[in-house]
């Protein structure tokens, strides 16, 4: 997944996510960070007067920055189980996908070094990262909205935090991890009742 990101972007994963925007040097990206800025989310959360200062650009490189910043995706994510969890039978946790700001997405992604115009894909990944084991994934394209089932075999009886990852294969620093909390019941226990 990281792979594509840089593949996309023609960049490292250990680079400045800054460097996604136009007109961004590594020098640059290093000022701003200076400042505190990390990412593009950071630098769209900036003040204008301390943003405009430190790019030192013309009004028009400045409206390129901005109409590439408008390209990059903002997502609430929300989570839930469709049921009661019992050990080893199927279990569905479903997955909303909320785009937040534009009413149109832009149809593809700021890429200016990809060689064609590329689309913008997520991962949705949940598994257990402290045994590192994969419950489930799938991979989606979303619009403004997406409902998602994501469907595994729920794990023995107890308690788990398991970890679900929302992973862009075309942004660096866009990558979101969610908390899922599940409590397993047991299948005899249940049907004993």
Request: hydrophobic share 40%; charged share 25%.
């Amino acid at each position: 997944m990281q792979m594509s990101q840089m593949v996309v972007q023609a960049m490292w994963i250990t680079d400045s996510p800054l460097l996604q925007l136009p007109y961004f040097t590594k020098e640059k990206a290093q000022k701003f960070k200076e400042e505190g800025v990390e990412d593009v989310t950071d630098f769209i959360n900036m003040d204008d007067e301390p943003r405009l200062r430190l790019l030192g650009l013309p009004s028009a490189s400045v409206q390129e920055i901005a109409d590439a910043c408008n390209h990059f995706p903002s997502f609430v994510v929300k989570h839930a189980f469709t049921a009661a969890i019992l050990a080893g039978k199927p279990t569905v946790l479903q997955v909303v996908l909320e785009r937040e700001g534009e009413e149109n997405p832009p149809a593809f992604v700021h890429a200016p070094y990809f060689p064609k115009e590329k689309e913008e894909f997520w991962w949705l990944v949940l598994g257990d990262p402290k045994v590192n084991k994969l419950a489930a994934i799938k991979r989606v394209s979303v619009g403004r909205t997406l409902k998602v089932d994501l469907k595994f075999t729920a794990p023995d009886p107890g308690t788990y935090e398991y970890a679900l990852y929302f992973v862009c294969d075309s942004y660096i620093g866009f990558d979101q991890k969610e908390t899922v909390l599940m409590t397993v019941g047991n299948v005899d226990a249940m049907e004993a009742e």
